[in-house]
């Protein structure tokens, strides 16, 4: 068994999509990115690679390579995914926090689910989304951006 952990995060920008878990979610505002901008499946592509010992997800998806300029993340995961078959391992399950305090994420949260879980190809009752404010404190409270964090355990095939 393995763990890993992955962190991202993003500043909200004008005329950008929100997307997070791979579900666009209505928002005047978007993410600042070279990518899709994410911050939840990048941080979940970062908890896979750490229980990998693969480094992080900028190292193997560059933001100086303009293949993955604007490019869908879940295509990203679904390469951390073949790394993560071809390593022997197979997800045991993956908990996930969204810090946002806009927009509301709630009735995002079990496409999100099914969208990782997709991408993964594992049940969605392995795969938790959560999502939470900081109260108004921070970066993500004083609504500058948003950022995730995710665990995951990885088991031998």
């Known amino acids: 068994m393995r763990i ?3 962190y991202d995060a993003h500043r909200f920008a004008e005329n950008r999509k929100l997307v ?3 579900v666009e979610i209505p928002s005047p505002l978007g993410l600042a990115g070279h990518s899709d901008a994410d911050v939840l499946v990048h941080a979940v592509c970062d908890s896979i690679l750490g229980a990998l010992s693969k480094r992080d997800i900028g190292y193997h998806f560059p933001d100086t390579d303009g293949r993955y300029k604007d490019i869908d993340s879940l295509i990203l995961l679904g390469e951390v995914k073949r790394t993560m078959d071809e390593e022997g391992y197979t997800l045991g ?3 996930c926090t969204v810090i946002a305090q806009i927009p509301k994420l709630s009735p995002y949260i079990e496409q999100m689910r099914e969208r990782i879980a997709s991408v993964l190809c594992t049940e969605k009752a392995r ?3 959560k999502a939470t404010t900081e109260e108004g404190m921070g970066f993500t409270g004083a609504k500058e951006g948003i950022c ?3 665990v995951c355990i990885l088991e031998e095939k």
Do not use: K
Request: net charge negative; no cysteine; glycine share 26%.
């Open 4 to 6: 890993g952990h992955g």
């Open 20 to 22: 997070l878990g791979g």
């Open 93 to 95: 399950n993956l908990d």
């Open 127 to 129: 795969i938790n989304v």
């Open 148 to 150: 995730a964090h995710a």
